[in-house]
Nanobody, 122 residues
Framework: VQLVESGGASVEAGGSLRLSCDAS????????FAWFRQSPGKEREAVAS???????RYADSVKGRFTVSADNTKDTVYLQMSLLKPEDTAMYYC?????????????????WGQGTQVTVSS
């Protein structure tokens, strides 16, 4: 496993969480990272992406509430989630691909973590 997520928890609606993705097992520093999420019975969807030294991109459903960032000194990618809603409940996955961010389809990424569960109660 090249990516390791952490930080998932159960929170109340309106709360905040910060997810972390340990990417120290990846060689080099030219990667695009993304966060995906999957709820039971639903397809995995992209939430946000960031190039290690570049721009960010967000799904419309999380714009203004979630922030993706990268700490290159720690080889860690974060997803700061605020104003959480019950519909944000899902398993959250970190993904990576070598090179620039070209898209947010699952097939665009070839390294995945095992996920961390986020549960938001109303």
């Amino acid at each position: 496993v090249q990516l390791v997520e952490s930080g998932g928890a159960s929170v109340e609606a309106g709360g905040s969480l910060r997810l972390s993705c340990d990417a120290s097992r990846l060689f080099g520093n030219n990667y695009c990272f993304a966060w995906f999420r999957q709820s039971p019975g639903k397809e995995r969807e992209a939430v946000a992406s960031i190039h290690r030294y570049g721009t960010t991109r967000y799904a419309d459903s999380v714009k203004g509430r979630f922030t993706v960032s990268a700490d290159n000194t720690k080889d860690t990618v974060y997803l700061q989630m605020s104003l959480l809603k019950p519909e944000d409940t899902a398993m959250y996955y970190c993904a990576a691909r070598l090179g620039v961010c070209v898209g947010l389809a699952q097939s665009d990424f070839d390294s995945w973590g095992q996920g961390t569960q986020v549960t938001v109660s109303s």
